[in-house]
């Protein structure tokens, strides 16, 4: 059964993803230019408000979360609020914005831009490194969205929201070199479009429905669906697994986009959500975890 964790009106949910350390769901609203830090035992939860469109967040080993803001990445203190501009992309490309990403087993953040309209393929994927290099990994990308890692790390799973198709790529995890793009899961039309996703631990990958009402599981090697889990919110963004056991699957959704009557039936939209699970997920990748001394 879903549950509301956060009653919430967030015009654009996405993000989310558990912090271990601090035991809190942290999450964005896109368009609303907030991140969230939400305690689920307690119901509290902490907003920081930033100048632009908030893409995606990751956190840094070291504290503070990596923020994809509309053309650049940003360093956000979690102390004090404060902010600091660390690589500039795409500031030419004035009709796109990055949208989702995280960081993959050896600590790079990926980041993945789209066209504003999402009608044009002028969107990228980028990976950035720990001294803030980057390279482009896929360009033609219209939504960027989903992205996750198969267990064993040889796999990186990847959603361009209006193909309605994951598509897995061979990944080094040393290099950071994908190649071999195979479709693996075709999301059928009247499931509505796939968005954020991540991979539980028996390596079968979960995805939020946006215009789908639901959560659903699929087997990435078969491509068959195994599990929808219905949301009381139409536009369903993303999902991370969290909590003590990591066996809570936290999930976002969104306004953005509904009619009044919409609105109406579903008065939740906006919120955050989750549901126990008998299968957990893997924790959530650090930036840069891969060259911290401490580690």
């Not at 893997?282 to 911290?292: L, Q, R």
């Amino acid at each position: 059964m879903v549950k509301t964790v956060l009653n919430t009106t967030a015009t654009l949910g996405e993000g989310v993803f558990w912090h271990p350390k601090e035991n809190k769901v942290y999450w964005v609203d896109i368009y609303g230019k907030e991140i969230h830090a939400t305690d689920p035992k307690t119901g509290s939860n902490q907003t920081y408000k930033l100048p632009e469109y908030v893409g995606t967040i990751a956190p840094i080993r070291s504290g503070g979360l990596l923020v994809a803001l509309e053309n650049g990445v940003v360093v956000l203190d979690t102390e004090t609020g404060g902010f600091s501009s660390v690589l500039e992309l795409e500031k030419d490309k004035t009709d796109n914005r990055f949208n989702d990403g995280k960081c993959d087993p050896k600590g790079r953040f990926w980041l993945g831009s789209m066209c504003r309209q999402g009608l044009n393929a002028t969107g990228a994927l980028y990976s950035i490194e720990a001294d803030m290099g980057y390279v482009k990994r896929a360009e033609h990308i219209t939504v960027s969205n989903g992205i996750t890692w198969s267990l064993d790390h040889k796999t990186m799973y990847y959603i361009d929201s209006p193909t309605r198709k994951v598509v897995a790529y061979s990944y080094d995890v040393e290099t950071g070199t994908i190649s071999n793009p195979i479709k693996v899961i075709d999301i059928p039309d009247e499931f509505g479009f796939p968005d954020g996703m991540t991979i539980d631990n028996e390596g079968m990958v979960w995805i939020a429905l946006w215009g789908g009402s639901a959560v659903s599981r699929w087997n990435p090697d078969t491509g068959e669906l195994i599990q929808k889990i219905m949301v009381p919110a139409p536009h369903v963004t993303s999902c991370a697994f969290g909590g003590d056991d990591q066996c809570k699957l936290f999930i976002t959704t969104a306004r953005e986009g509904l009619t009044e009557a919409q609105l109406a039936e579903y008065p939740l939209s906006g919120s955050l959500f989750n549901i126990d699970l008998p299968v957990g997920g893997p924790e959530v990748f650090f930036f840069n975890e891969s060259i911290d001394p401490n580690h």
